[in-house]
């Protein structure tokens, strides 16, 4: 199996796309809320990236599988601390 550069450019640009919301996953999963995020950005990233899975699920050795995994998993965890933040007691 050759491997072209137009590959590894798609493997790349792919790993770069899939981790650029990992950042704000582990952010909002520390502090239990999102601040400063729209809804409609965190309703887009989810359903964005929910979509472009189902599209890209038949052909599962594409590098954009494993990027819309990473980025529908990042997502959900974003749009989960937008809608529903952890509440905090205050003692």
Not at 17 to 34: F, L, R
Not at 42 to 63: E, N, Q, R, T
């Amino acid at each position: 199996m050759i491997v072209s550069i137009i590959d590894i450019c798609g493997w790349i640009g792919s790993l770069a796309y899939a981790v650029y919301s990992i950042p704000q996953a582990i952010d909002a999963y520390k502090k239990g809320y999102t601040q400063g995020l729209s809804n409609s950005m965190v309703l887009l990233l989810f359903f964005g990236a929910l979509c472009s899975l189902i599209y890209i699920i038949p052909d599962i050795k594409s590098p954009l599988f494993y990027n819309f995994s990473i980025s529908l998993t990042a997502a959900s965890t974003i749009l989960r601390y937008q809608f529903f933040p952890r509440k905090f007691d205050n003692f």
